[in-house]
């Protein structure tokens, strides 16, 4: 049972059916936004598994370490490169038609992408495609993020993030893992691989749809800037390039959002190598077992292990930021994860590295979950867009960049116990320099 802390400070229960139903029912237009949120991240997960599916695990093509780790950054890098520019749309425009639009407009390559990967089309022109996607995906979440404050009120907002950032992480893993299915009932192959791909547009056309049922402005920002009458183009251009330096020095002013940022980018490292580790031991070295299995079935099972420590996080993060505050909390999970890795990963077998993808989601998502709730409530919402979309850069870019260099010594089969422990290093020296950054002045706001 989730536990939070109402305004009078006595705990509440938000995950039993009738928690959740007052969440949803007392706060206006919140249902609409996370049915929104959902169906765009299901669709994401279809794409990026029926994607990853035909780059990694097809017959008819091969992947080295390196061709996964640009897999990887094509999936995940695009908005990292445009977000600190879009974040400065977010908060000028009204945001709930840049969700209608953004989400219309990811139906288009999502057919292109499909139709290339069927006629068996590789490199730049896929890639390409790819980064679109992807690209336009996150800016759908970023925009929903920034809205958030707008549908939930602010004694609510830990566990409204509680249900959106982590039931949304757990559907797109239920996204992949229904390419997965789906993939395995028509077959290997090129065109196997483009029809399940193609079925990702259907979670664009859903969320648009549910999007456009949203009053004009429910979703912020509180002014709109450049899309008023009269307002000078100039002031657009500027704002928008300007994204990336107000979004730091917008989270520089308010410590307990620079430490998270701090806490989440060394997750992200880490998880980066625990990740290219898994898939080349999944694809190259490990053999079915029982239960446990090899291939991209196996990788349904990370998928699965990863899903469920998502949502254990959603039940953890509120009822131990209401006992021990935000800052004990990431130090708690980055003990966790840095153990877990440690201890759980050198073996190299699937169990053990089955529970490991459990308790490094179960943290993750628990130091997830405290930084968006510390973004949404210690950062002022004409800046907010700017921040996420800073932490959204951070989020990717620690990730690929983890992938990249870990591919440059990670040998074929995936066995480097080496580079796990080191990622396991980075998790407990992030604890002092959080808590560095995170100082006594900010221990309101941390806590």
């Known amino acids: 049972m989730v536990v939070t802390l109402s305004p009078t400070g006595t705990a509440t229960s938000v995950t039993d059916r009738a928690g959740v139903r007052r969440l949803l029912l007392g706060t206006h237009g919140l249902g609409r936004l996370l049915a929104s949120r959902f169906a765009a991240q299901w669709g994401d997960g279809v794409f990026q598994a029926g994607l990853g599916g035909a780059v990694l695990f097809?017959?008819?093509?091969?992947?080295?370490?390196?061709?996964?780790?640009?897999?990887?950054?094509v999936l995940l890098l695009p908005y990292s490169l445009v977000g600190p520019f879009t974040g400065a749309l977010l908060d000028r425009w009204d945001r709930r038609r840049i969700l209608?639009?953004?989400?219309?407009?990811?139906?288009?390559?999502?057919v292109a992408v499909a139709l290339a990967v069927g006629v068996g089309v590789a490199g730049a022109p896929l890639y390409l495609g790819a980064l679109l996607v992807t690209g336009l995906s996150r800016f759908v979440l970023v925009g929903m993020s920034a809205g958030l404050p707008h549908v939930a009120p602010p004694h609510q907002l830990v566990q409204a993030n509680a249900l959106a950032a982590t039931v949304g992480a757990a559907v797109t893993a239920l996204g992949g893992m229904c390419a997965i299915g789906l993939r395995g009932l028509i077959g290997p192959g090129n065109t196997a691989s483009a029809g399940v791909t193609a079925v990702a547009v259907l979670g664009s056309l859903v969320a648009a749809a549910i999007a456009a049922g949203l009053p004009r402005g429910a979703l912020g920002p509180d002014r709109l800037g450049a899309g008023e009458p009269g307002r000078p183009a100039a002031g657009t251009i500027h704002a928008v390039a300007s994204g990336l330096r107000d979004g730091l020095a917008a989270a520089a002013r308010v410590p307990s959002v620079a430490a998270g940022l701090l806490a989440l980018l060394v997750h992200r490292l880490s998880l980066g190598i625990a990740t290219l580790v898994a898939l080349l031991l999944y694809r190259n070295f490990f053999?079915?077992?029982?239960?446990?299995r090899a291939g991209l079935a196996g990788v349904c099972e990370l998928l699965?292990?990863?899903?469920?420590?998502?949502?254990?996080?959603?039940?953890?993060?509120?009822?131990?930021?209401?006992?021990f505050g935000r800052r004990r909390t990431v130090h708690g999970a980055l003990?966790?994860?840095?153990?877990?890795?440690?201890?759980l990963g050198p073996p190299m077998i699937m169990p053990t590295l089955l529970l490991a993808a459990f308790v490094l989601a179960t943290a993750?998502?628990?130091?997830?979950?405290?930084?968006?709730a510390t973004v949404q409530a210690d950062?002022?919402?004409?800046?907010?867009?700017?921040?996420?979309?800073?932490?959204?850069?951070?989020?990717?870019?620690?990730?690929?960049l983890a992938v990249a260099l870990a591919a440059t010594v990670v040998p074929p089969t995936g066995r480097a116990p080496d580079l796990l422990?080191?990622?396991?290093?980075?998790?407990?020296?992030a604890i002092p320099l959080h808590a560095l950054i995170a100082s006594p002045r900010s221990a309101g706001s941390a806590g």
């Open 58 to 73: 097809n017959p008819e093509r091969q992947a080295a370490p390196m061709a996964i780790a640009a897999g990887l950054a």
């Open 100 to 110: 209608m639009v953004a989400n219309l407009l990811r139906g288009v390559p999502i």
């Open 287 to 292: 053999t079915p077992h029982g239960l446990f």
């Open 304 to 323: 699965a292990a990863g899903a469920a420590g998502l949502l254990l996080a959603a039940v953890l993060t509120p009822a131990l930021v209401a006992r």
């Open 335 to 343: 003990l966790t994860a840095g153990s877990a890795l440690a201890t």
């Open 364 to 372: 993750g998502q628990v130091v997830k979950l405290s930084l968006d």
């Open 379 to 400: 950062v002022v919402d004409s800046a907010r867009g700017r921040v996420f979309a800073l932490y959204d850069t951070l989020f990717n870019v620690g990730y690929v």
């Open 421 to 429: 422990l080191l990622a396991a290093t980075a998790y407990f020296l």
